[in-house]
Nanobody, 124 residues
């Protein structure tokens, strides 16, 4: 499966942004989907994940209550709605697909396919 992330950009602290990730090659419903981010000089960090049906979600502690992951399997698309953005949210955001048998996965090692990343810059 190929993943194409989009929606990044330059925003101000407190703004909102929605990222999208479109899958091609295979139906999205076959995969757990996740969002990760990587800031300069830091390791890749788990942001959010969603089960194949969309019924179960998981969030990293740094984004809980501010970010929402969702998916539209009919459109082969997963979204990340980011509200109340902070300077610390500045990073390249990656979507990823996992074939894991778990309901959701939060570990980078469980993800098999990765998009190219989209840059989010939050300016203070």
């Amino acid at each position: 499966v190929q993943l194409q992330a989009s929606g990044g950009g330059l925003v101000q602290v407190g703004d909102s942004l929605r990222l999208s990730c479109v899958a091609s090659g295979r139906t999205l419903s076959s995969y757990i989907m996740g969002w990760f981010r990587q800031a300069p000089g830091k390791e890749r960090e788990f942001v959010a994940a969603i089960s194949r049906s969309g019924g179960t979600t998981a969030y990293g502690d740094n984004v809980k209550g501010r970010f929402t992951i969702s998916r539209d399997n009919a459109k082969n698309t997963v979204y990340l709605q980011m509200n109340n953005l902070k300077a610390g949210d500045t990073a390249v955001y990656y979507c990823a697909a996992s074939q894991s048998l778990a309901v959701v996965s939060i570990s980078t090692s469980k993800y098999d396919y990765w998009g190219q990343g989209t840059l989010v810059t939050v300016s203070s």
